[in-house]
């Protein structure tokens, strides 16, 4: 068959390893020293080369993939917009990392919220918790459970045991739930029945170069080993080890986003504003701002001092991951496997606030059963978060309790007032009286200094209260269990139609804190969230192979909502053995995450709740709320009145008409519909390759946070002529509300992708790709949606060349980001995000006897330093140097 057919077995790479020891003098000059780690007493084998030594011009053609349409066939004839990661082209790369060489695919924009900690996403709405896109290994979803989404590549293998990297771009709910409508990766392994010996991989590098934030450069280290060997053709096992050891980027943004609340005095964005609220400085954002009235006959916004982010945390990053599995084959064709995996972490990690990871354990235990008619799989991913914390609350409540166990902030206020009037009657002018009022009020409150006894001591202390309105910890133990099976009726029953049926099941289970999580319908029980589908899908070639159709739906029903149908329809026309046209159209689901639904967290003054019904219902937190934003403009307003010489009262009267009410109601699924059209194909005897697609998505009911507040009714009632004005003018007279609900826009983006691969005289590859995608409201532009996050324009040019002297091979590779408007859930703000251009090169040499590849690279390598997120770090050059070393053990007879 033209479009379906047995892919042959791989070419299979095996590399062997040596240490590197990287010693660098200031200004990272560098001297790199290598010294073998050593004879491992193993029987060889023949050594299999690590990949091919030329680019083989048939790959184009023949290239295969599964993840499109979970059935192996030719990527050219795919019916979705699909790329595909080769090992050979992971060696090749010159990113560090497979994981980060997805980010240089077709379509896919990466971010780095932290050094260890990256997220993959395609088709925009990117964000630090993309659970809009699904990430596998091997098929099984390998996200932490509470979050909803992976933590990068904490529990994923290293590279030696990847064998290759396939990325669905768009929506692939219909085949695959999960929410995956952004998009979808699979991170395919090595077989151990086929790749087996003991490697090791070592990787040492350094970061920090020329840091703009001062700081020295420091070393980064990456050990992977994997042991793989098969005892008979029917039993074979492999264990992969790694650890990850090195110091994170800086998040040290300095922007004030209070920059305007005292323009109207003479005080403009920058440390001298009494609202200066930076970025990556918390403990001064708007839950601890107060309006006061002061001396000078002025009402200003004042902010407690707060501490940068590099005050209250540790940047040193130490991740250890592991995997351990058995495979059984009681047929040729059936086989049973077992797989364990865990993760140690000691990171950053950002979501809505950015935290510690300490100690923080994931794990996976799989099984799995396989033959050519059957697939069955049942995991259990759970995690602890051990002693990890919310850096904004660790800096806010060591501002508002010091030492001590009561928040003084009240009586910092006073403070700052009494000191501004005092020197402002001595004849301070009013930028000196507010800078000793800071002073004075940060004295009085013995303000604890960065880096002291007393202020590690009080760390620690709110690192282990579990309560964020007056400690910082995370104290979160959650599981995910799923279930599934497929079934290939097409081959079970040798008809000529390509049918496949599945089913799946999947239990969110939480073990309420009462910080982060409460179970408002049992009390002390644990919070279940389950859900489950069922889908079909079909397809058959026509008019003598040349066209293919296909459908599928799938159904799911979540425990909470009603039941809802994803459908796929694709068309596959081939034009010609090399060249084929596609159309598909996919409508596609995202239900709220279990944070989305169930979170119940009590932050500086602002109580953040899941919008599942159940969270809220009963307090009528949705009924009787008030927007935010129109808050906001009503406390400006009334500001600027005092400072015009009107009463307060006749102020609060006079602007009343500025509050508006909450109009949003409970969550309920997201919905997206996507349409594309494109095209793959070969030229000059397939040396050219090309990949193309376009297009046209819709969204509604997006998933996203409002911030309201609830007034008091204080001494009078709900018809006193000032409520509820009087309530929502004092900060002290409202309860403060994050509420998770669903935008009332309706949205647009749409785009294109193009790849081009072209072979030259078989040791030279050029490749590129370029994406546009861009957003277009269409109707009641609410602005409640998650911000686009994503450049207008992405492209990659990369030269490789294998094996070009002898057995010296190289990569250079160009990336373009254009500017873009990033919206940020920390920050809550919508800001310019500079584009950005990078270069990434590498030299590799291999040995034969020994094996031994040697790799040395660079990304980043001009050191332009930039940020992907604007409330994340700056993100240098990083310069480093790879071995790999691997002993082939003995076949199995």
């Not at 709910?173 to 952004?182: C, E, F, I, P």
């Not at 501004?420 to 009286?433: D, I, P, Q, R």
């Amino acid at each position: 068959m033209m479009i379906f057919y047995k892919p042959p077995k791989p070419k299979l790479m095996i590399l062997k390893t040596i240490k590197i020891y990287l010693l660098f003098k200031k200004q990272a000059s560098a001297v790199v020293l290598f010294s073998m780690l050593g004879i491992f007493s193993f029987a060889q084998n023949k050594i299999i080369p690590a990949a091919a030594d030329t680019f083989p011009v048939t790959q184009n053609l023949g290239e295969v993939v599964v993840t499109a349409s979970r059935v192996s066939e030719r990527l050219l004839s795919a019916p979705v917009s699909t790329s595909k990661l080769t090992g050979e082209q992971i060696a090749q790369t010159a990113s560090p990392s497979f994981f980060e060489a997805i980010g240089n695919m077709k379509g896919v924009h990466m971010i780095t919220p932290s050094l260890d900690f990256k997220i993959i996403n395609t088709r925009g709405f990117s964000n630090t918790t993309n659970v809009r896109f699904v990430q596998m290994i091997d098929n099984i979803d390998n996200q932490s459970p509470h979050i909803g989404a992976p933590i990068g590549n904490s529990l994923c293998p290293g590279d030696i045991d990847i064998d290759n990297v396939e990325i669905i771009q768009g929506v692939a709910t219909a085949l695959y739930g999960m929410n995956a409508t952004n998009g979808l990766v699979n991170f395919k392994t090595k077989d151990p029945f086929t790749t087996q010996g003991f490697t090791i991989r070592q990787q040492i590098g350094v970061n920090h170069i020329s840091d703009p934030d001062g700081e020295t450069p420091h070393l980064f280290n990456e050990t992977n080993a994997r042991w793989a060997k098969a005892f008979s053709s029917k039993l074979a096992f492999k264990i992969n080890a790694g650890l990850t050891q090195g110091y994170d980027w800086i998040a040290n943004n300095k922007y004030d986003l209070s920059s305007s609340l005292n323009a109207g005095v003479g005080f403009n964005g920058g440390p001298s504003n009494p609202a200066y609220d930076p970025i990556n400085g918390y403990g001064n954002e708007s839950s601890d701002q107060k309006n006061i009235s002061l001396k000078d006959g002025k009402t200003y916004t004042v902010a407690r001092t707060g501490y940068w982010e590099k005050d209250v945390t540790d940047y040193h990053l130490k991740n250890w991951k592991g995997d351990a599995s058995v495979y059984y084959r009681p047929t040729v064709n059936s086989e049973i496997s077992y797989t364990y995996r865990t993760a140690f972490l000691n990171t950053i990690y950002q979501r809505s606030n950015r935290f510690r990871l300490e100690n923080y354990l994931l794990q996976q235990n799989i099984f799995q059963f396989k033959n050519p008619y059957l697939q069955l799989r049942a995991y259990v991913n759970s995690e602890n978060t051990g002693d990890s914390y919310n850096l904004r609350s660790m800096a806010e409540n060591i501002d508002a309790f010091g030492s001590g166990t009561t928040n003084n902030t009240t009586q910092w206020f006073n403070n700052y007032t009494t000191a501004f009037n005092n020197a402002y009657t001595a004849g301070s002018n009013a930028a000196a009286a507010h800078a000793l009022a800071r002073a004075a009020a940060d004295a009085q409150a013995k303000r604890l200094q960065p880096g002291t006894a007393a202020f590690n001591n009080a760390l620690q202390k709110l690192q282990e209260i579990n309560n964020w309105n007056s400690g910082a910890a995370l104290h979160v133990k959650a599981n995910l269990i799923h279930t599934e099976g497929n079934i290939d009726i097409g081959k079970l029953l040798h008809s000529k139609y390509n049918i496949q049926i599945g089913g799946d099941y999947r239990d969110y289970i939480i073990v309420p804190d009462g910080n982060y999580f409460v179970n408002p319908a049992n009390a002390g029980g644990n919070i279940n969230y389950t859900s489950s589908g069922f889908f079909i899908h079909a397809s058959q070639n026509f008019f003598h192979e040349k066209l293919m159709l296909s459908a599928a739906l799938r159904m799911v029903n979540n425990k909470y909502f009603d039941t809802k149908y994803n459908p796929r329809l694709t068309a596959v026309y081939a034009l010609s053995k090399a060249h084929f046209i596609r159309f598909s159209y996919q409508n596609g689901y995202r239900f709220p995450s279990i944070f989305e639904g169930y979170s119940n967290i009590n932050s500086g003054g602002v109580k953040r709740i899941g919008g599942l019904r159940v969270m809220s219902e009963s307090k009528h937190v949705f009924e009787n709320s008030w927007f935010k934003s129109s808050i906001t403009a009503f406390q400006n307003a009334v500001k600027a009145d005092l400072n015009n010489g009107m009463a307060q009262t006749a102020a609060i009267q006079k602007e009343a008409g500025l509050l508006k009410k909450n109009t949003y109601t409970y969550l309920k699924p997201e919905q997206m519909h996507s349409f594309e059209i494109g095209y793959r194909g070969t030229f000059f005897h397939n040396s050219l390759f090309i990949d193309f697609d376009c297009y046209y998505n819709f969204y509604s009911n997006f998933i996203a946070q409002v911030e309201t507040s609830v007034p008091h009714l204080g001494s009078g009632s709900s018809a006193d002529a000032n409520w509820p004005a009087d309530s929502l003018y004092n900060k002290a007279n409202q309860d403060r509300y994050r509420l998770w609900t669903n935008s009332k826009t309706v949205v647009n983006n749409y785009g294109a992708e193009l790849e081009l691969k072209y072979t030259m005289n078989k040791h030279y590859l050029i490749t590129g790709n370029v994406s546009y995608q861009t957003l277009k409201r269409t109707d009641q532009n609410d602005g409640l949606e998650d911000g686009f996050n994503t450049p207008t324009w992405i492209s990659n040019l990369s030269l490789s060349g294998v094996n070009v002297y002898k057995n010296l091979s190289f990569n250079i590779n160009c990336k373009y980001l254009s500017s873009y408007i990033y919206q940020s859930f920390l920050t809550n703000m919508s800001l310019p995000s500079p584009a950005v251009f990078n270069v990434d090169a590498q030299i590799k040499y291999m040995f034969v006897k020994p094996f031994i590849e040697i790799k040395i690279g660079a990304t980043n390598i001009l050191n332009q330093y930039y940020r992907s997120i604007l409330d994340g770090p700056q993100i240098g050059g990083y310069y480093y140097t790879t071995l790999t070393y691997t002993l082939p053990s003995s076949s199995h007879k």
